[in-house]
């Protein structure tokens, strides 16, 4: 089994055992559920964005810890206050090391940013639980969904009032699963399956997302080279966790690449 596939079956354990004891209709009861929210979309599209989508991240399975011993509060604070349009924090506790916690210390503290729940959406249950802890953008791989299961998962979500990323890492999965009810389409760069990760992949899919969607290249990102080479080729978002997380400072990490990517531009 891939590791997608043992990621994605224990997944299904995890919502079975959820919905046993919390009801969609207790979630709905939750304080932040009604919450007004905030457009990703917008947010990197504005004019002058940086693009970047800053991912807290503790662990993955590609990397093994990245690093355990940070608070979600200062290091999303960090991100903003250094200039990210978006956040995305894992939620995923099994094989990502996130938890419900983190997100919700990280919406506390950064009120007026869009938040992705980056989790393994396998079931409409899960939505409930993205509004719940505040979340405005959720996650579609379509590498784990059939086209169908993308369509309705999407209806459902936007009809919540949260935005939908499509993430695909190939033209089937693409041409597939890219539908109404997605609004922007991300270029996962890094093989979920077999962990090897390429830029050419954002490269070689660009010209094939359809201009309605606002494109986002995500995994594997680092240097500002790279961030512009993504830019020239129609990319707006840019979803970065692991080289900010490995240093001390992520916040100052994004911080130095922002001004390492506008200096060059401006030149
Ligand atoms: O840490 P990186 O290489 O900068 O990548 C961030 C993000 O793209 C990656 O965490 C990711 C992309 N798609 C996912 C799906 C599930 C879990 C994680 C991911």
Not at 124 to 146: F, M, R
Not at 181 to 191: A, E, F, K, Q, S
Request: include cysteine; charge should be negative.
């Amino acid at each position: 089994m891939n590791i997608l596939d043992k990621i994605v079956a224990h997944k299904r354990i995890e919502v079975a055992e959820a919905k046993s004891k919390v009801s969609t209709a207790d979630l709905e009861k939750a304080p932040l559920f009604g919450r007004k929210t905030l457009s990703l979309k917008q947010a990197l599209t504005a004019e002058g964005a940086s693009g970047v989508i800053s991912e807290f991240k503790r662990k993955s399975p590609s990397k093994g810890i990245i690093n355990d011993g940070v608070l979600p509060e200062i290091v999303t604070k960090g991100y903003v206050e250094a200039g990210a349009c978006g956040l995305s924090v894992l939620t995923d506790t099994e094989f990502f090391g996130g938890t419900f916690d983190d997100f919700a210390k990280a919406r506390a503290a950064n009120p007026s940013t869009p938040m992705l729940r980056k989790d393994f959406m396998i079931d409409e249950y899960q939505l409930w639980e993205a509004k719940a802890i505040g979340a405005d953008v959720i996650l579609l791989i379509a590498a784990c969904l059939t086209p169908a299961e993308v369509r309705h998962l999407g209806r459902k979500a936007q009809e919540l009032g949260l935005e939908v990323l499509l993430e695909v890492h190939d033209r089937e999965e693409l041409e597939q699963s890219v539908c109404e009810y997605v609004d922007m389409v991300g270029v996962n760069n890094r093989n979920l399956k077999t962990f090897v990760t390429s830029i050419e992949t954002s490269l070689e899919l660009a010209q094939l997302i359809p201009d309605n969607f606002v494109k986002i290249s995500e995994s594997g990102l680092k240097n500002a080279e790279t961030i512009l080479q993504l830019r020239e080729a129609g990319y707006q978002g840019f979803l970065i966790g692991e080289s900010f997380m490995v240093t001390e400072n992520p916040g100052l990490a994004l911080k130095e690449l922002i001004g390492r990517f506008q200096l060059t531009s401006n030149q």
